[in-house]
């Protein structure tokens, strides 16, 4: 079989492992290549693989082939079992050499992507056939079933209970316990390192259970020259990516970087495939594709790796298979421009210090809220002033094509949670990602991501205590004098003196003036929005837009009548008879929720403060 009639030959001279020496001709070069079909493999036969231990330049490998592991990659789907020589015998089958192309007699035959999964002295590894690596096709749009997302993760036993999705997830992955570990030899994929470039050693702890339990070894790396802000390609990459150099696909880049690490395969000259084995196996992808720079191999009989950096876009990933990465020369992924400033203000709320990030996101529904959870979570360990007693504000705004703009805000500080406030926040902050890119309907367009965070030098945390007011028998048009008291942590009581007026066509009877937190007055339009499957991304947007921010007091006039939620409407005071219509034509993929009193907001009182509680003042009207 060939890709193409002309060759890329190359010879070495070939003497019995473990020692053997390699003479090869110059590095393969991009265009075409012929193949050797795997029928015409045998036990014995000495190749050559390349890969770049350091620098940018790939060097030889000797490699005998020891014979095929049959159905080892799935049902027809054999694997070359080989033993590398060279440099390999010390560093072993490192993480980064998934991809590395293998040569014999100047045919491909495939990629190192596999090695063992115990310890050996010997350094075994796994070839994909290139004959399944040519198997991706740039326009299969299937999505497989396993892909490696973070909703996937195996929840372990743990004492935590938070209020947002995204951080149970991220909790439960690092909870007691650990990972099954093989007791058994068996080919795994090498685990491709992530690179993260800017993030503390903090962030890492906390995130790295979510990256091992997919498979991903993160490790930290460095800016290189050629970083990018954004995914425009760079110049000359057409001449970028030859078999055998450093690949990574960008999932963070500009002032925080994330970025996995492999080796090309082939290149045709547009058409780059590299690894040799799924990054997260998400299927069709628009992800930016990057050359590397390898600063070292690290030697290790327990986690050999490749320690690198990402330098300039080439490119864009279009396919993350089963048997393989591809991507596109020359080719522009969208990402999302992130803005985050970090204030850390002193007790006057005057701006002691002030940090600002730029960075991008890679834009796909599964990753972009966690990777949007990771940055906002690091860019708040990066100020020297994070300590226990603190409060973190933070003021969004999510620009969207085709949309109305998404505006952000809360507060959080350490109370009683078992976690840190800026874990907290940054749950909180992916969450609303979460809702957005979650969207059955479409796909979001999100432009561009501003967002500030206000570090405030003490725990700011009040309760709602009490309220009184002088007049419980009221008549409609009168308005009532209402005082609430609050109790801050660690402070004295707090009282707010307010008017409430009664509406003109209020009913007579007993009724309620509602003094809450947003997570009162939230509730129920958040249950109705989460039982409905199909909500388009407007839809979404407005809910996130109507969510009240917990630094505020609400007060609200209840009266017993029913109050339905339908997507992101609020109907209330409905007729008996008109709720019978609406939930006998109510179809089972749309929810409507009902409650039975009504509460409408009468005013919405700002506190410098995480507001929680409430209380119930009872008014009768004449």
């Given at each position: 079989?060939?890709?193409?009639?002309?060759?890329?030959?190359?010879?070495?001279?070939?003497?019995?492992?473990?020692?053997?020496?390699?003479?090869?001709?110059?590095?393969?070069?991009?265009?075409?290549?012929?193949?050797?079909?795997?029928?015409?493999?045998?036990?014995?036969?000495?190749?050559?693989?390349?890969?770049?231990?350091?620098?940018?330049?790939?060097?030889?490998?000797?490699?005998?082939?020891?014979?095929?592991?049959?159905?080892?990659?799935?049902?027809?789907?054999?694997?070359?079992?080989?033993?590398?020589?060279?440099?390999?015998?010390?560093?072993?089958?490192?993480?980064?050499?998934?991809?590395?192309?293998?040569?014999?007699?100047?045919?491909?035959?495939?990629?190192?992507?596999?090695?063992?999964?115990?310890?050996?002295?010997?350094?075994?590894?796994?070839?994909?056939?290139?004959?399944?690596?040519?198997?991706?096709?740039?326009?299969?749009?299937?999505?497989?079933?396993?892909?490696?997302?973070?909703?996937?993760?195996?929840?372990?036993?743990?004492?935590?209970?938070?209020?947002?999705?995204?951080?149970?997830?991220?909790?439960?992955?690092?909870?007691?316990?650990?990972?099954?570990?093989?007791?058994?030899?068996?080919?795994?994929?090498?685990?491709?390192?992530?690179?993260?470039?800017?993030?503390?050693?903090?962030?890492?702890?906390?995130?790295?259970?979510?990256?091992?339990?997919?498979?991903?070894?993160?490790?930290?790396?460095?800016?290189?020259?050629?970083?990018?802000?954004?995914?425009?390609?760079?110049?000359?990459?057409?001449?970028?990516?030859?078999?055998?150099?450093?690949?990574?696909?960008?999932?963070?880049?500009?002032?925080?970087?994330?970025?996995?690490?492999?080796?090309?395969?082939?290149?045709?000259?547009?058409?780059?495939?590299?690894?040799?084995?799924?990054?997260?196996?998400?299927?069709?992808?628009?992800?930016?594709?990057?050359?590397?720079?390898?600063?070292?191999?690290?030697?290790?009989?327990?986690?050999?790796?490749?320690?690198?950096?990402?330098?300039?876009?080439?490119?864009?990933?279009?396919?993350?298979?089963?048997?393989?990465?591809?991507?596109?020369?020359?080719?522009?992924?969208?990402?999302?421009?992130?803005?985050?400033?970090?204030?850390?203000?002193?007790?006057?709320?005057?701006?002691?210090?002030?940090?600002?990030?730029?960075?991008?996101?890679?834009?796909?529904?599964?990753?972009?809220?966690?990777?949007?959870?990771?940055?906002?979570?690091?860019?708040?360990?990066?100020?020297?002033?994070?300590?226990?007693?603190?409060?973190?504000?933070?003021?969004?705004?999510?620009?969207?094509?085709?949309?109305?703009?998404?505006?952000?805000?809360?507060?959080?500080?350490?109370?009683?949670?078992?976690?840190?406030?800026?874990?907290?926040?940054?749950?909180?902050?992916?969450?609303?990602?979460?809702?957005l890119y979650l969207n059955n309907v479409m796909t979001p367009d999100v432009k561009r991501v501003n967002v500030t965070i206000d570090l405030l030098p003490e725990r700011r945390v009040a309760m709602i205590e009490n309220a009184w007011t002088a007049e419980n028998e009221v008549r409609p048009g009168d308005e009532i004098p209402v005082k609430v008291f609050l109790r801050p942590y660690r402070g004295q009581t707090i009282e707010r003196?307010?008017?409430?007026?009664?509406?003109?066509?209020?009913?007579?009877?007993?009724?309620?003036?509602?003094?809450?937190?947003?997570?009162?007055?939230?509730?129920?339009?958040?249950?109705?929005?989460?039982?409905?499957?199909?909500?388009?991304?407007?839809?979404?947007?407005?809910?996130?837009?109507?969510?009240?921010?917990?630094?505020?007091?609400?007060?609200?006039?209840?009266?017993?009548?029913?109050?339905?939620?339908?997507?992101?409407?609020?109907?209330?005071?409905?007729?008996?008879?008109?709720?019978?219509?609406?939930?006998?034509?109510?179809?089972?993929?749309?929810?409507?929720?009902?409650?039975?009193?009504?509460?409408?907001?009468?005013?919405?009182?700002?506190?410098?403060?995480?507001?929680?509680?409430?209380?119930?003042?009872?008014?009768?009207?004449?």
């Amino acid at each position: 079989m060939k890709i193409r009639t002309a060759a890329i030959l190359f010879a070495f001279a070939a003497a019995a492992l473990p020692v053997f020496a390699a003479e090869a001709s110059a590095s393969p070069k991009a265009g075409p290549v012929e193949i050797m079909p795997l029928k015409e493999i045998k036990p014995g036969m000495h190749a050559t693989a390349w890969t770049v231990f350091q620098g940018t330049e790939p060097e030889p490998v000797p490699i005998e082939i020891v014979g095929l592991y049959k159905n080892a990659w799935g049902p027809k789907q054999d694997i070359i079992v080989a033993k590398m020589g060279g440099k390999a015998v010390r560093t072993n089958v490192a993480g980064g050499m998934s991809g590395s192309p293998v040569y014999i007699d100047g045919k491909l035959i495939g990629a190192v992507a596999l090695r063992l999964s115990v310890f050996s002295p010997d350094a075994i590894c796994g070839i994909t056939p290139i004959e399944l690596m040519l198997e991706i096709n740039e326009f299969d749009k299937s999505r497989p079933e396993n892909a490696k997302t973070p909703d996937k993760l195996v929840a372990r036993k743990t004492e935590v209970s938070v209020p947002s999705e995204l951080l149970t997830q991220t909790v439960s992955a690092g909870g007691s316990g650990s990972l099954p570990q093989q007791q058994f030899a068996t080919m795994v994929p090498i685990e491709a390192p992530l690179s993260f470039s800017g993030f503390s050693d903090n962030t890492l702890r906390e995130f790295s259970p979510i990256f091992q339990q997919l498979g991903i070894t993160p490790v930290q790396g460095g800016a290189a020259a050629g970083d990018q802000h954004g995914s425009k390609p760079a110049a000359g990459w057409e001449h970028s990516l030859n078999p055998g150099e450093a690949v990574a696909g960008v999932l963070v880049n500009g002032d925080f970087s994330v970025t996995g690490l492999g080796t090309v395969t082939y290149n045709d000259g547009k058409r780059v495939l590299a690894f040799g084995h799924s990054f997260f196996n998400l299927g069709p992808i628009s992800m930016p594709m990057s050359k590397g720079e390898v600063l070292m191999t690290l030697a290790s009989s327990f986690q050999p790796n490749k320690m690198a950096n990402a330098t300039d876009i080439v490119g864009a990933l279009h396919q993350d298979r089963h048997s393989g990465i591809m991507g596109v020369l020359g080719e522009q992924s969208d990402m999302i421009p992130v803005t985050m400033r970090v204030r850390a203000l002193d007790d006057k709320e005057g701006v002691r210090k002030e940090k600002d990030f730029h960075f991008n996101v890679f834009v796909q529904q599964k990753w972009t809220p966690y990777l949007m959870m990771l940055t906002l979570f690091n860019s708040l360990s990066e100020l020297n002033e994070f300590a226990e007693e603190a409060t973190y504000r933070l003021q969004g705004n999510v620009e969207m094509n085709g949309a109305r703009n998404i505006s952000l805000a809360t507060m959080q500080t350490s109370g009683e949670m078992p976690m840190p406030a800026p874990m907290l926040l940054a749950g909180w902050w992916g969450d609303k990602f979460n809702k957005l890119y979650l969207n059955n309907v479409m796909t979001p367009d999100v432009k561009r991501v501003n967002v500030t965070i206000d570090l405030l030098p003490e725990r700011r945390v009040a309760m709602i205590e009490n309220a009184w007011t002088a007049e419980n028998e009221v008549r409609p048009g009168d308005e009532i004098p209402v005082k609430v008291f609050l109790r801050p942590y660690r402070g004295q009581t707090i009282e707010r003196s307010f008017q409430v007026k009664v509406p003109a066509g209020l009913a007579k009877g007993d009724h309620r003036i509602l003094l809450s937190d947003a997570d009162t007055v939230n509730r129920m339009q958040n249950i109705a929005s989460a039982m409905n499957r199909f909500l388009d991304v407007p839809g979404t947007v407005s809910l996130l837009n109507q969510e009240r921010s917990n630094n505020k007091l609400y007060v609200s006039l209840v009266e017993s009548s029913p109050t339905a939620y339908y997507d992101d409407k609020r109907l209330p005071s409905l007729p008996s008879s008109v709720l019978n219509v609406m939930q006998a034509g109510n179809t089972s993929n749309r929810a409507l929720i009902t409650s039975p009193e009504t509460a409408v907001e009468q005013m919405a009182l700002p506190f410098d403060y995480v507001v929680t509680g409430s209380y119930s003042l009872r008014i009768h009207v004449k």
